[in-house]
């Protein structure tokens, strides 16, 4: 993806185009994996941990990005389609591979719509698939 690409995303989400905004999107999307902070921040050593966190929060806050707890210990960070709004008819299940540590976004695959019992709420819900990938297969 073109950095102009990028810049005319974030200013469609009323998000200010920076070079560190426009750097994170790009590792994020060319990346195809979910990624933390801590990845991000092995991949821009120079850069400090705040900015990229700020990036990060920017995004979330603007649905240019979802949050996914898969398991492992860190929040890691995958990018939205265009369409998302991020409510509960966005979710989708995520693949967590036990070998290599990739989380993947199956968009292809919500969801399921749960009943919850009379009382109960839900603002968010995770779906998350432990196993191989077929690279490490």
Do not use: W
């Not at 750097?23 to 994996?33: E, P």
């Amino acid at each position: 993806m073109e950095n102009n690409e990028i810049d005319k995303k974030l200013e469609s989400k009323n998000v200010k185009p920076t070079a560190m905004r426009t750097l994170v999107y790009k590792t994020l999307a060319d990346s195809g994996k979910a990624l933390s902070l801590a990845d991000l921040e092995q991949r821009f050593e120079k850069v400090e941990r705040s900015t990229i966190f700020r990036a990060l929060k920017s995004f979330e806050e603007n649905f240019i990005v979802h949050p996914v707890d898969d398991g492992s210990g860190s929040v890691k960070y995958a990018v939205c389609d265009d369409e998302c709004t991020c409510n509960i008819h966005d979710l989708h299940v995520h693949f967590y591979c036990t070998r290599c540590g990739r989380t993947r976004c199956m968009k292809e695959l919500p969801i399921p719509n749960i009943k919850l019992p009379e009382g109960y709420t839900y603002d968010n819900a995770q779906f998350i698939i432990n196993g191989v990938c077929p690279r490490c297969d």
